[in-house]
């Protein structure tokens, strides 16, 4: 009986652990959407100054005016100070309409910039509250359920903890990319071996999604200049991608090669593609393929981007290509290799 009570201890402490992980990660995403709350603030403030852009045009639409009377009143031929004069008038006009245009594109840019970041902090808010709702079920039931049951009720709560903390640490870098604090602690590591840890951990995922993975990697050694950590993000956020969007009985395939100075990283899936409409802006923040959302869950539209900004702080470069929906994708990683 004091070996049971001694487990189940222990289960309610390890759970009591999760929970106050779940608190410090909220703590942070606290942080990230004080921080997306002000951006919104601030745009708004721009909005305010924008407003004037229509004095602007009434004010150039009274000059040209006056141009045309003045033009029309005159009796003589203009002499060569008055043509000046004229000239420098047009030339202000000019000057104004150009403006004028301008205000009105960056008063529609900004408006563009109030409403995805409206739509940001509605997503950001119940991709948090998601997870929360289980956690707090799990901890209500907690104290009744018997010893037996508390191990998967632990895994439960680490399941959604691994998923709040994955989505504020991806904000978090999204947040660091945009100030140039985005650190990467760069030494001398094997690509290949990164490749086969990722290949280890992603794989039982995909098979247990009826998903057939294949991946080809090369012998030898692969060394690059990189945090391994920020590597093995670049891996894990692709291939959690490909799996994401690529249904049961899909395929996602996994290849390296090494051309010259430049190891070359493919991922691709015969999921359900990327739009044309879509495709220049995948690797943009919030950004969501329409025919995506929903397919298998809810997102930020920030995986890539995150991957687009470490590729870039690696001195590497990504690009994503499909023929469109329901053909597929492929995303291709190129990074320098070192020399030896």
Known sequence: MSNAGGKKERDMANAAHELFLLGQ????AR??????QKQLSDASSRLVDTQQVEQVIEANQQLALAILLAQSDAVA????EEQRLYQELREANAQLVIAALSAQDLQAAAERALSQQKSVL???AHELRNPLTPISMIAERMVRLPSDQLPRMRELIESQVQHISQLVDDLLDVSRASTGKLRIDRRDVDMLQILSEAVDACGPVMTAQKQHFDAHLPGGILMVSGDPGRLAQILHNLLANAAKYTPADGRIRLSVA????VLKISISDNGIGISAKALPFIF?????DEHAIGFNGAGLGIGLTV????VEAHGGKVIGTSEGNGKGSEF??????VNH
């Not at 090494?258 to 100075?261: C, F, L, M, Y």
């Not at 943009?284 to 969501?288: F, G, I, K, L, W």
């Not at 291709?332 to 290799?337: E, I, M, Q």
């Open 284 to 288: 943009d923040p919030y950004v969501q």
């Open 122 to 124: 509605a997503m950001v």
């Open 77 to 80: 031929p203009p002499r060569l």
């Open 25 to 28: 990660k909220t703590v942070e």
């Open 332 to 337: 291709v990683v190129t990074l320098p290799l």
């Open 31 to 36: 942080a990230v959407l004080a921080a997306l």
């Open 307 to 310: 991957v687009r900004e470490l």
């Open 258 to 261: 090494v051309e010259t100075k």
